[in-house]
């Protein structure tokens, strides 16, 4: 009998130290993040930033091109916290954006972020994704190819394929050309193809014609036609010389004479300025009362034609 009450003992308390250990695993497992672990992709990530921060900056100014980084270099956006980790061996919890600002401004050869804690969220395209190894993220960074080239953005010297090198559209001069946004759309111009929002893409203004639209400046007035909203200086904005309203002002020639309207100080070759012309793209109406600009009659309804203006 003894035996009997020894046994049933010595089963309930390995019956209540079995539960135990089940209950601490189970809060272990909620409360101890991921191992960190080694990630090549994490280092590129992070390495990349490092071109878009200056110890000299303030903190809103790192942490603003760190943000645009993520999202137009690689198209994410960490759900913090993540856990990263160090070539030390050290692991830091990143609580969000700032603090991962400091840590990439902070970078030097000598300390810098090898790893990741695996699984973690990301924001890309609208949506919450898991990543659950290396191979994923490398394949998320690697998809971020703004102009569909082959090549993602980290990797690519001219992202939108525009033409023009991304360190080109450095406009401002700061040595920065992520935080250039020539149109004030949120997109910077080295991921913009229309960077002055004119219509017109940032390509089809290299009016020269030799692949590089950052020498082209129809009017002279310091500003590429691709970041000039009115790129001949007529008065009237490149978007308003659309004629044909396509959406893109650099296939309207509206007098036949190979420059286009937006490049054109008289489109309609009436001998009017567009700028001075009620009737620039020669569509026959005339918004002053008088009959049409590019006939030679009465433009202003003064009484006067104008073929009879110089005598």
């Given at each position: 009998?003894?035996?009997?009450?020894?046994?049933?003992?010595?089963?309930?308390?390995?019956?209540?130290?079995?539960?135990?250990?089940?209950?601490?695993?189970?809060?272990?497992?909620?409360?101890?993040?991921?191992?960190?672990?080694?990630?090549?992709?994490?280092?590129?990530?992070?390495?990349?930033?490092?071109?878009?921060?200056?110890?000299?900056?303030?903190?809103?100014?790192?942490?603003?091109?760190?943000?645009?980084?993520?999202?137009?270099?690689?198209?994410?956006?960490?759900?913090?916290?993540?856990?990263?980790?160090?070539?030390?061996?050290?692991?830091?919890?990143?609580?969000?954006?700032?603090?991962?600002?400091?840590?990439?401004?902070?970078?030097?050869?000598?300390?810098?972020?090898?790893g990741i804690a695996f699984p973690f969220d990301v924001t890309s395209n609208g949506t919450v994704q898991t990543i659950k190894d290396e191979a994923e993220f490398q394949t998320l960074i690697n998809s971020c190819d703004t102009d569909n080239d082959g090549t993602p953005n980290y990797q690519d010297a001219d992202d939108d394929g525009d033409g023009i090198a991304d360190?080109?559209?450095?406009?401002?001069?700061?040595?920065?050309?992520?935080?250039?946004?020539?149109?004030?759309?949120?997109?910077?111009?080295?991921?913009?193809?229309?960077?002055?929002?004119?219509?017109?893409?940032?390509?089809?203004?290299?009016?020269?014609?030799?692949?590089?639209?950052?020498?082209?400046?129809?009017?002279?007035?310091?500003?590429?036609?691709?970041?000039?909203?009115?790129?001949?200086?007529?008065?009237?904005?490149?978007?308003?010389?659309?004629?044909?309203?396509?959406?893109?002002?650099?296939?309207?020639?509206?007098?036949?004479?190979?420059?286009?309207?937006?490049?054109?100080?008289?489109?309609?070759?009436?001998?009017?300025?567009?700028?001075?012309?009620?009737?620039?793209?020669?569509?026959?109406?005339?918004?002053?009362?008088?009959?049409?600009?590019?006939?030679?009659?009465?433009?202003?309804?003064?009484?006067?034609?104008?073929?009879?203006?110089?005598?």
């Open positions: 009998m003894k035996n009997l009450k020894f046994t049933l003992l010595s089963l309930v308390v390995t019956l209540a130290t079995i539960s135990c250990t089940n209950d601490q695993a189970t809060v272990d497992e909620q409360l101890v993040p991921e191992q960190t672990t080694e990630s090549a992709t994490a280092r590129t990530v992070t390495q990349s930033l490092t071109s878009h921060v200056n110890t000299q900056s303030s903190t809103v100014t790192n942490t603003t091109n760190v943000e645009n980084g993520m999202q137009f270099d690689f198209c994410f956006d960490f759900v913090y916290p993540v856990t990263l980790l160090y070539n030390n061996g050290t692991d830091v919890i990143v609580n969000g954006v700032d603090d991962l600002a400091n840590i990439v401004a902070s970078t030097t050869d000598a300390l810098y972020i090898t360190v080109d559209e450095d406009v401002d001069g700061d040595g920065d050309y992520i935080n250039d946004d020539t149109d004030g759309d949120g997109t910077p111009n080295y991921v913009d193809t229309d960077s002055d929002n004119d219509g017109a893409s940032d390509s089809s203004e290299d009016a020269n014609g030799d692949g590089d639209a950052t020498n082209d400046d129809t009017d002279g007035d310091g500003t590429p036609d691709y970041l000039d909203t009115d790129s001949d200086n007529d008065g009237v904005d490149d978007a308003n010389e659309d004629t044909n309203g396509d959406g893109d002002p650099s296939n309207d020639d509206t007098d036949g004479d190979g420059t286009p309207d937006y490049l054109d100080t008289d489109s309609d070759d009436d001998g009017i300025p567009d700028g001075e012309d009620s009737d620039s793209n020669g569509s026959g109406s005339d918004s002053d009362g008088g009959t049409t600009d590019n006939d030679g009659s009465d433009t202003d309804n003064d009484g006067s034609s104008t073929t009879g203006r110089n005598g």
